[in-house]
């Protein structure tokens, strides 16, 4: 069964750092394009980062260019998201999820979510 | 970015009914549309994929249309457990970009 599971989330003041990360079962992780999402409170979903199998590419929305960065480890099945120089409008329920084989930028399975609150 | 424009973004409706929710794309994205459907506190569900691919174990109820920028997600006969947001999502071209969800309530 495939797992996702993310964790990491909490308070953080405006300007200041959050790592989140995802620890995936029940697939070969290494092989797999993998996602973050993030949903602010009562909106909608906004994709936010990708990083392809074997960390070859990594590509960021424009609103988190340049603060946040991707990776993951395959030796430990995980994925993480280093966020930095945070900011109010950063406050949201992240998301790490799968691509589907066969079908970039399709998303076939999604984490539980953690939430990020940035606020002073 | 290519722009994903839902319609409605709420309705009102009851068990049974026939329900159809629409999408457009700003630009053509060929078939590289997918749905999902959220539920309140829950992470979202993939449903279809390539406008109208049943992901495994999605009912036959659900059924996807279209072509280029106009598409659709019909559900044939509402049931209690479909009440919940759903996101088209184009996947033509990086950034992924996501419509602002269709609520679907109870009426």
């Known amino acids: 069964e495939v797992q996702l599971v993310e964790s990491g989330g909490g308070l953080v003041q405006p300007g200041g750092s959050l790592r989140l990360s995802c620890a995936a079962s029940?697939?070969?992780?290494?092989?797999?394009?993998m996602t973050w999402v993030r949903q602010a409170p009562g909106k909608g979903l906004e994709w936010i980062s990708y990083?392809?199998?074997?960390?070859?590419?990594?590509y960021y929305a424009d609103s988190v260019k340049g603060r946040f960065t991707i990776s993951r480890d395959d030796a430990k099945n995980s994925l993480y998201l280093q966020m930095n120089s945070l900011r109010a409008e950063d406050t949201a329920v992240y998301y790490c999820?799968?691509?589907?084989?066969?079908?970039?930028?399709?998303?076939?399975?999604w984490g539980q979510g953690t939430l990020v609150t940035v606020s002073s | 970015d290519i722009q994903m424009t839902q319609s409605p973004s709420s309705l009102s409706a009851s068990v049974g009914d026939r329900l159809t929710i629409t999408c457009r794309a700003s630009?053509?994205?060929?078939?590289?549309l997918n749905w999902y459907q959220q539920k309140p506190g829950k992470a979202p569900k993939f449903l279809i994929y390539?406008?109208?691919s049943l992901q495994s174990g999605v009912p036959s109820r659900f059924s996807g249309s279209g072509s280029g920028t106009d598409f659709t997600l019909t559900i044939s006969s509402l049931q209690p457990e479909d009440f919940a947001t759903y996101y088209c999502?184009?996947?033509?071209?990086?950034?992924?970009?996501f419509g602002g969800g269709t609520k679907v309530e109870i009426k």
């Open positions: 999820a799968r691509d589907k084989s066969g079908d970039d930028r399709t998303l076939d399975f």
């Open positions: 029940g697939f070969t992780f290494r092989s797999y394009i």
């Open positions: 990083i392809t199998s074997s960390s070859s590419a990594k």
């Open positions: 630009q053509s994205i060929r078939t590289y």
């Open positions: 390539a406008v109208s």
């Open positions: 999502q184009q996947s033509y071209s990086t950034p992924v970009t």
